[in-house]
């Protein structure tokens, strides 16, 4: 309802982009492969630069093939932005497809820039899964903080 103090606090979230998205399932399905799809395509053309010249030996990408890297990619990125976006609906997240987008990107440029191994790979998936779960943790912790103090955050 309305408070005539003013001290409700969630216009203050609406505006800054910390709201529930709520909708139908197929909407975060699609939103978590939209965010997916971008942060891929923009890994994959960030990862063909290098910055050095020709002379230095910096080869402009690692040589074999990417699709096996993209694949697994995409489908760890599509855990963590299905995490991040399914928690936004239950719970105000900051920015939850900023912070998919940025593991998305950072995973695919890095596996596509020096092509790792399985194992390093499988690593840096659950490095980002671990991301993700504690982004969502913090914003869980401040959700229940905020909860437990009415409705209104902590001074302090």
Do not use: K, N
Not at 23 to 47: D, F, M, N
Not at 100 to 116: I, K, N, Q, S, W
Not at 118 to 140: E, N, R, S, T
Request: glycine share 14%; net charge neutral.
């Amino acid at each position: 309802m309305i408070d005539p103090l003013g001290t409700d606090d969630t216009t203050d979230r609406e505006e800054q982009g910390e709201g529930l998205r709520s909708g139908p399932l197929w909407r975060h399905a699609l939103y978590a492969l939209g965010v997916t799809l971008c942060g891929l395509a923009l890994g994959w053309v960030a990862s063909v630069f290098r910055l050095g010249p020709p002379e230095y030996g910096i080869p402009s990408a690692a040589p074999g093939s990417p699709w096996a890297l993209l694949a697994a990619c995409g489908a760890a990125g599509l855990v963590v932005a299905g995490l991040l976006r399914g928690a936004a609906a239950r719970i105000p997240v900051h920015a939850p497809g900023r912070a998919g987008f940025l593991l998305v990107f950072m995973g695919t440029r890095l596996a596509l820039g020096f092509r790792p191994e399985p194992d390093p790979l499988a690593a840096g998936a659950a490095v980002a899964l671990l991301a993700a779960v504690a982004w969502i943790g913090q914003a869980a912790w401040f959700h229940h903080r905020a909860g437990r103090a009415g409705g209104r955050p902590d001074p302090a």
